[in-house]
Nanobody, 118 residues
Framework: QVQLVQSGGGLVRVGDSLRLSCVASGGTFSTYAIDWFRQAPGQARELVAAEGWGGGRAYYADSVKGRFTISRVNARNTVYLEISSLKPEDTAVYYC???????????WGQGTQVTVFS
């Protein structure tokens, strides 16, 4: 059983930067990747960033490429999502989730709200 606890987020201005954190407990942190989704009001949940795994490169949705960076600190059991040049369309609830070797998303964080205003 893995628990994911998220922090960061909040009310920010257009152009600001944020760092979202996802801290994992339980399980073995090195055996799974952590990906980030977001869900805007009235819209489906979308994958915005995925860790590279097994030597692969990280994935970023086209809408966030160049502005979002996913990183991991194994000693802290933490994956970060750094967001820069925030836009109003980045307003959403952001979720981290574990991705196992078969690509399933089994465990989810509680979600953190990011609201961008101009």
């Amino acid at each position: 059983q893995v628990q994911l606890v998220q922090s960061g987020g909040g009310l920010v201005r257009v152009g600001d930067s944020l760092r979202l954190s996802c801290v994992a407990s339980g399980g073995t942190f090195s055996t799974y990747a952590i990906d980030w989704f977001r869900q805007a009001p009235g819209q489906a949940r979308e994958l915005v960033a995925a860790e590279g795994w097994g030597g692969g490169r990280a994935y970023y949705a086209d809408s966030v490429k160049g502005r979002f960076t996913i990183s991991r600190v194994n000693a802290r059991n933490t994956v970060y999502l750094e967001i820069s040049s925030l836009k109003p369309e980045d307003t959403a609830v952001y979720y981290c989730t574990t991705r196992g070797e078969h690509g399933s998303y089994d465990y989810w964080g509680q979600g953190t709200q990011v609201t961008v205003f101009s």
